[in-house]
């Protein structure tokens, strides 16, 4: 397994699971004169922190994290900042079932043939929702940097189930005003109905997550393989969960025309600006001085408390009743592990572009 | 820009501009003993030409493949793998407006700010999707690893602009039965006669390309940032002109309940499978033994020959006519071009996966 | 700062200074199913730790390592392993001259140019000794996957200044029957001497390392930019303090001819070996079937106890004399981080090299 | 094979075999806006060319480079820049012997099981010097980026066999003064007159070439695994017939002692240098305002036309006599090859280090 890396110059590499000594991740790239502090971490942690509502998990962790190296005198050094969250709530239990049998929706059958056999089982080992601490722990500190040069990333929750938020009732100040994390009080209290309904149904639901970011310079994202576009595609989707994405009108652009679709530029005051956004802020896959638009789709939560057929470890077939404590729905938690990729993925790209010209490379040595 | 490199042991690099001396692709890291010949890449090539139906650009280029190194007596060394296709229609003409005026929907005005105001306007240059050539060619390669222990990649056309084929109309065997490459050749004359309406409006179209892979052994991808979907998604969304990308059920999927989303297993004869596919082929970023299902979103061509607001390089408003040659909808092209990303996505998981386990290790070495 | 990572699939990412709260390494990409105790890490980082003779720094730290994560049950599990040592005995002290002065030799200088005024002075920071635990630690877990397929790796002490053991003094069961680590009890006796007699003067000395390896399959090693012996040159040199590296004849091989530089190829009972060996294992970047070796040239330690002319921070012309605890010379301690980066190089080259050839992929897929 | 690619930022990519279509390189990350023209690397290639003097092969190549993409009206465009040279002199022949005996000193016995017996025999396939074309054109395009800022790279001969030039002799305006690129026309004449008694005994020797480069900024190389040196190490060690590196003082070091090895800082108007060179320019693998000094050993050309003993592609004991046009002693051109590879490895470096520091960061995006 080499997949424990993202980035090329801001890299953070994760590790951990979910019912071992503790979770983790080791930035390296990030720029020294950094102001950071663990509260900057923390604060991020929170965000994504189990027993926040009646929506999450009961499993109770204080997720407190420890910044190891990288940091001297309240700034980054220039060297790697290792964090490291220990995990705490690990009560000794029976994990009977979930050792010998696969959980339909999880990562259970293919770990196993993957890896010859061998498995961690507990609690998901290192496919739980709990790898999410390092890639939110990033993300705090990518945020942070983006913010000193006027970049800002915000995520919340655009649809829980059927319910969602139209883009003209998105109020941004009722974000945190609600446990759903949804731009729309009202929406949120319909969703939390129906959230509710199935929790008495053992049952569970999926939603959307909308990302926005503002304050991009023009030209970030490199050409081809490395677009903006596509290593957000690549670092959404490769949160636990998350079945697809799309930037700007996304799927709906498909079933658009060309003359409607196209973006116009205009200029104002020596600014070059585009009349409309369904690009969703990419051209080419270089962000094109509009805000930054990506939504993600969220499956429902595999783990459900109902009966379900499935196969044991020795290839019999066998029905299965995952207990314990889990989600309803994910999204609301998924929230901040959707704004920590997307300014995680920022934060490398901005300092590739750094090298993309001469005119660059003189600003800086000469 | 360190952009053009894709993968990690199968690894491409492609180059190359639409009106520059060629396009080009090295592969590095294909195993040796692969037998490959030039017809094998020029199939391939052949399904992304232009010219092939009155829905294509009439440019007309013949798109030759050379192939330069790492081949030797029909067989592939282990050696970079060095592919070059020359540019032959680059007919001089007068490219003024292009030069000096920003094409909505195109990626000029991003390309022109980062790259300080240097840029090849002829044809998009290296954002032309004359760029796919090298993916292409590079697919083909992968596509014939991937054969050889029974892995098959198919793409087709699941929509134009509001015409889809819905999955129970599937005719795979209708696939090339029609310049759109749709499996259905009802649903695909109905798209071809919207495609006609917008060609005598000077308008475009979108639409989906779908994707499918069979005979994937179960482990392939890297857990976290590597997983199969997420690369996947990277792989596709790098495709000019492609704003979504889903997996499975994707955005449905969102919609769905557990008890409905999670695919239960069974066990028959020794063979684990599952009796539903919602997940497309993928548990917790790993393939799971069904097959992979994955959709992109393509937007409607940029390049219309309506007159459109926009800005010159100087910075003032104007308004631009984009003539000469272009596809009113790129999807029936571009279908070759996913399969190829995702023929390529896949060899390099396969030999990735290769050591994910001392059984394996000890499979070569002992 | 991107360089904290080493090797493409058995990859190591190594974090830390040497008075903040610990050191340690992120080892992803080791396969699944080896068997994996903390002993077996500690008997290694025991090999480097201080307070261990006469010529050793008295800095007492126990270098306990904790497997944080990727072991289950006494088995790697194919995810990443963090590894954990707390720094201890950071006495709180007067770093003053250390915080304002450049030392000669020391990497002080360019740490603060490079990263705009922000360093971590205390003890060299990340450029300290203590940075070779990560890689030690690391090397433990390498050394075990390459025994499992019959690969041993052996360094030692070939000279101590001008005290040197000669190819035909070298006898292997002595390495551990002095504190030099040398092959050859009677030359490190006179070593020991010499390193008392500059100890008594307050200067230091350097020496050369060897390492072996013994059981390498043929063919380990990608051609051109990372043949075998480029990328132990990388992992070698880049362990501070190293000033050169030669693989085989080696700087002898310059001034020798052709006729008695090749070695000639035999045969016997079916196996192929070379009858001399001044290439030292490698041909064309590859390993070639005979024993693999490589020299390291250690400079003297930089930290002396004599006054030194120096400039300070701010710039002006001053003198420093470097106190606190000090090895006289660092070959011994340094010895087993030798072999660790050579341990760590030939297992990514072992796992890279299992995508050679369709041979090899049919024998994992077919 | 994975190992076709050097760099991180300034990436380059070779293909090519002896006997192919031709040789190739793909430069991926340089910035946009420089100038550049095919004679900037025909010079270059020129410098390695063949038939320039009577100690090269009379092999008759042109090796003239076309520019295929990433440079438009004269300038580099910041897209992939793709040079072809084309194989010209490959007469068709009898390669018999080549083909089923392994020449001793060459890379032909380790590729062929490496790659499952599929082996490019021809003039020594993708392990022949030719490889070294694309390097050096690469080299070409880094050195002009590094003159840009006013970084020198210069690489000359300082040993054939047994005949050095002392520092204390060299001149550096002799270097282009004899065919040997050596520093003192006269140590050339009495090494020429050496080289010329080998070949009369068809024979071959090896020798040292040494490289420098002026105008660093301090603070280039990333601590730990990517240093400075370290990657130099790399970079040279993986051209062929590099047998050991050296940085500085190199193994002298190993037998210096530190009161004489450390090198003094003073300031002088502000400006921090360094009273000796011991350490050859980089300090905790950081460039430290001094010089950089490096020195390569390469080792004897392996074809020699005596018969020598090796084994059949059967496995048999065989003879062997190595037919054809080949260099007594590669070291003059392999000059500009060492060359090259240094300035690669510092533009890669020199990008790199962009965004070291927040200073950096906001230099350019504030």
């Known amino acids: ?132 601490i390092g890639r939110v722990a990033a993300g705090a500190v990518a945020s942070l940097m983006l913010k000193e040069i006027g970049i800002t990333v915000q995520a919340y929750t655009k649809a829980i189930g059927p319910h969602y938020v139209a883009d003209e009732d998105i109020h941004y100040d009722q974000i945190n005003g609600n446990s759903l994390y949804m731009p729309n009080n009202e929406v949120a209290e319909k969703a939390g109905e129906y959230i509710s309904s199935l929790m008495a149904d053992r049952d569970s639901c999926g939603g959307v997550i909308e990302c926005i970011a503002d304050g991009l310079p023009v030209g970030l994202g490199e050409p081809v393989f490395d677009k903006l576009d596509a290593l957000l595609a690549q670092a959404v989707v490769s949160i636990g969960a998350v079945k697809g994405v799309e930037i700007g009108d996304g799927f709906a652009a498909s ?30 896959g270089l962000s094109d001085s509009s805000r930054l638009i990506l939504r993600a789709a969220v499956k429902p939560t595999s783990s459900i408390a109902r009966t379900q057929h499935t196969v044991s470890v020795s290839g019999e077939n066998s029905e299965i009743t995952v207990l314990g404590r889990h989600d309803p729905v994910i999204v609301p938690r998924a929230v901040v592990v959707v ?28």
């Not at 109770?60 to 700034?75: M, P, R, T």
């Not at 079933?255 to 802020?281: L, Y």
């Not at 300014?343 to 600003?363: F, P, R, W």
Request: hydrophobic residues 30%; contains cysteine; glycine residues 14%.
């Open 339 to 366: 704004e920590s990729m997307t300014a995680v993925t920022l934060a490398d790209l901005l300092l590739q572009n750094m090298a993309s010209s001469m005119e660059h490379v003189k600003k800086i040595y000469r």
């Open 1 to 132: 397994m080499s997949g424990s890396t993202f980035g090329k110059i801001f890299r953070i590499t994760t590790w951990g699971e979910s019912h071992g000594s503790g979770i983790g991740v080791v930035i390296d790239g990030c720029p020294a004169g950094l102001d950071l502090k663990e509260k900057d971490i923390q604060d991020f942690l929170d965000r994504r922190k189990p027993g926040q509502s009646k929506y999450t998990t009961k499993r109770n962790e204080a997720d407190s994290v420890e910044i190891l190296s990288g940091v001297f005198e309240g700034k980054t050094t220039g060297t790697p900042i290792s964090l490291l969250v220990r995990n705490q709530d690990q009560r000794p239990r029976d994990y009977g079932s979930i050792a010998t049998l696969f959980r339909p929706g999880h990562a259970d059958y293919p770990f196993t043939v993957k890896y010859g056999g061998i498995r961690d089982y507990r609690g998901g080992g290192r496919s739980s929702g709990r790898e999410t």
């Open 255 to 284: 079933r658009s025309v060309g003359s409607r679709n196209n973006d116009p530029f205009f200029s104002e005051n020596g600014v070059v600006s585009k009349k409309t956004n369904h690009a969703g802020g990419t051209l080419g």
